[in-house]
């Protein structure tokens, strides 16, 4: 066999690995059923507005918590609110954030992670060393001080800077995985055919390293939405916005404990169980997936 068509089987498993994937995924009963419960969560938040109606979610609409009725189905806030479109936006809200935030940490471990491991030497060494630096230092405070220092928070810019502090996990794992895929026969024959460190990298490097990148992403998108939170509980949420995390700091604030209204706090902590629960299982069924010693018989 030629090095060129040893290069064109080699570039052929990862498109047939994926096939299989995706076989087995329509099997995997897991894998279903927390993405037909995250999807429906999505559709929920981004579909609901539009199908119901509901145009904002900070109109008042009655009093101080009211009860659940034919008008507010969740009942009211302690601002006379719609708890129920404050529902759908809040969702809505947390998981753009979490998205962004989940898309920034995978990208900036993946190219970290990849240069290190498929380099290696006084590179590796750097850049593992600045890994493991930021690593040991809580990126909940890192994410407080932040967020105190600047003026607005927007969508975007909390998205952008909690992905920034949360890449250097993904970053050591992807790292282990470049640096054993760098000495496979594929990625030598088609060094030996010309490729350069970058063409190398992007042919035959990161595209069997996606399943990796894939459940990274679940995870990283699943630590983004309970880190929004977090910070909204602390008064440092986006601005001008609703999110899940702002609805239970109104309802802390505004004692809906203690004055028994629970259509306040118990609708947002349900969806974001449910949304961490849901990206919890997919990213543990991915695994099961592209992983044969994980499956079920």
Same mark, same amino acid.
């Given at each position: 066999?030629?090095?060129?068509?040893?290069?064109?089987?080699?570039?052929?498993?990862?498109?047939?690995?994926?096939?299989?994937?995706?076989?087995?995924?329509?099997?995997?009963?897991?894998?279903?059923?927390?993405?037909?419960?995250?999807?429906?969560?999505?559709?929920?938040?981004?579909?609901?507005?539009?199908?119901?109606?509901?145009?904002?979610?900070?109109?008042?609409?009655?009093? =101080?918590?009211?009860?659940?009725?034919?008008?507010?189905?969740?009942?009211?806030?302690?601002?006379?609110?719609?708890?129920?479109?404050?529902?759908?936006?809040?969702?809505?809200?947390?998981?753009?954030?979490?998205?962004?935030?989940?898309?920034?940490?995978?990208?900036?471990?993946?190219?970290?992670?990849?240069?290190?491991?498929?380099?290696?030497?006084?590179?590796?060494?750097?850049?593992?060393?600045?890994?493991? @630096?930021?690593?040991?230092? %809580?990126?909940?405070?890192?994410?407080?001080?932040?967020?105190?220092?600047?003026?607005?928070?927007?969508?975007?810019?909390?998205?952008?800077?909690?992905?920034?502090?949360?890449? %250097?996990?993904?970053?050591?794992?992807?790292?282990?995985?470049?640096?054993? =895929?760098?000495?496979?026969?594929?990625?030598?024959?088609?060094?030996?055919?010309?490729?350069?460190?970058?063409?190398?990298?992007?042919?035959?490097?990161?595209?069997?390293?996606?399943?990796?990148?894939?459940?990274?992403? @679940? $995870?990283?998108?699943?630590?983004?939405?309970?880190?929004?939170?977090?910070?909204?509980?602390?008064?440092?949420?986006?601005?001008?916005?609703?999110? =899940?995390?702002?609805?239970?700091?109104?309802?802390?604030?505004?004692?809906?404990?203690?004055?028994?209204?629970?259509?306040?706090?118990? %609708?947002?902590?349900?969806?974001?169980? $449910?949304?961490?629960?849901? =990206?919890?299982?997919?990213?543990?069924?991915?695994?099961?997936?592209?992983? %044969?010693?994980?499956?079920?018989?």
């Amino acid at each position: 066999m030629t090095a060129i068509a040893q290069q064109s089987s080699a570039a052929a498993r990862p498109q047939a690995s994926l096939r299989r994937s995706f076989a087995l995924a329509a099997l995997n009963k897991r894998f279903l059923f927390s993405l037909i419960v995250f999807l429906l969560i999505v559709i929920f938040g981004f579909l609901g507005p539009i199908i119901l109606g509901r145009d904002t979610p900070l109109v008042t609409v009655g009093g =101080l918590y009211d009860k659940p009725s034919a008008d507010a189905w969740l009942g009211t806030d302690n601002f006379g609110r719609d708890v129920f479109t404050q529902l759908m936006y809040g969702i809505r809200t947390s998981l753009i954030i979490g998205l962004i935030a989940g898309g920034v940490a995978t990208s900036l471990g993946l190219l970290i992670g990849t240069v290190a491991g498929f380099l290696g030497g006084l590179v590796e060494e750097l850049l593992m060393a600045i890994t493991n @630096v930021v690593i040991t230092i %809580p990126s909940i405070v890192i994410l407080i001080l932040l967020f105190i220092a600047i003026n607005t928070r927007s969508i975007v810019v909390m998205g952008v800077i909690i992905g920034i502090t949360s890449w %250097p996990w993904t970053a050591r794992a992807v790292r282990a995985q470049a640096s054993s =895929l760098k000495t496979r026969e594929h990625v030598d024959i088609a060094r030996l055919s010309g490729a350069g460190t970058l063409s190398l990298i992007i042919s035959e490097i990161i595209p069997f390293m996606l399943s990796y990148v894939v459940m990274a992403f @679940v $995870l990283q998108l699943s630590s983004g939405i309970l880190q929004e939170a977090a910070l909204s509980m602390l008064g440092l949420g986006p601005s001008g916005n609703v999110s =899940l995390g702002i609805m239970l700091q109104w309802a802390l604030l505004w004692e809906s404990v203690r004055t028994g209204a629970w259509w306040a706090f118990v %609708p947002p902590t349900l969806f974001l169980t $449910l949304i961490a629960f849901s =990206l919890l299982l997919l990213q543990s069924s991915i695994d099961e997936i592209f992983n %044969p010693r994980l499956r079920r018989n």
